[in-house]
């Protein structure tokens, strides 16, 4: 399988401190073994065949419920996911490498069995993803984009929650925060215009729900907003 790279790595800089100053060695083979996969945006594109689906059969090699944190960063919910439901498998993904270490490191001390990270663009992995396989999904604090106005942009972001819904099981669950109000809007209106999800907004985000970006914010005073969307049942 290829692990290689990606050459837009840091395409999307992390508000705050840059991916590429932080302090941290790569796992050894073994640990990496375990819990790494590092995948290539060409190959990824070109060739998704060759790679594993984003399931738990494919990556843990069980039937357990799937929950994906796309844009995991250093794996703070995906760690914690983890630790507290050990009959759920968790796989982060997040374009930058090195905080994904931090987050394989956490995993070790944690001597957790069931999560796995994928250093890639979750945009590009989009058709690994299969139908009805999904229990829950996180999309927390991403970058907030300057092109809400851009059609182009508007439906490679509709693309991603369609099929983020076609992966959720039924009455399977979507989050997503952020601390940019026309960030929200525009994900708002995706939503609620797109796709066949019921919709609950709150002005608070889950207690359960921790990122380093959450702590980070939430220190600063910044108003947090999310949306907890749920996969209909359909009836037919």
Request: proline fraction near 7%; aromatic fraction near 10%; charged fraction near 25%.
């Amino acid at each position: 399988m290829p692990e290689r790279e990606s050459s837009d790595i840091y395409a999307a800089m992390a508000r705050g401190r840059h991916p590429t100053r932080i302090q941290i060695d790569p796992p050894d083979e073994q640990t990496a073994t375990k819990y790494f996969h590092s995948w290539y945006g060409g190959d990824l594109f070109r060739e998704p065949h060759r790679f594993p689906a984003l399931t738990s059969q494919d990556l843990f090699g069980n039937n357990n419920p799937l929950e994906i944190d796309f844009g995991c960063g250093h794996g703070v919910l995906a760690c914690g996911r983890a630790r507290e439901y050990s009959g759920c498998n968790i796989v982060g993904i997040d374009a930058s490498r090195k905080p994904l270490y931090c987050a394989i490191r956490d995993a070790v001390e944690l001597k957790l069995d069931n999560i796995k990270f994928i250093h890639a663009d979750y945009n590009v992995m989009l058709p690994l993803l299969r139908p009805g396989t999904v229990t829950t999904a996180y999309y927390l604090f991403p970058n907030p984009p300057e092109d809400y106005h851009i059609d182009r942009a508007n439906a490679k972001r509709r693309l991603l929650l369609q099929r983020i819904h076609d992966a959720l099981i039924p009455g399977g669950q979507f989050y997503f925060a952020t601390d940019d109000m026309p960030f929200l809007k525009c994900m708002q209106h995706i939503l609620k215009n797109s796709l066949q999800y019921q919709i609950f907004e709150s002005e608070t985000i889950d207690p359960g729900i921790s990122t380093c970006y959450r702590q980070r914010w939430e220190q600063q005073g910044r108003p947090l907003r999310s949306i907890v969307v749920e996969k209909t049942v359909s009836l037919s």
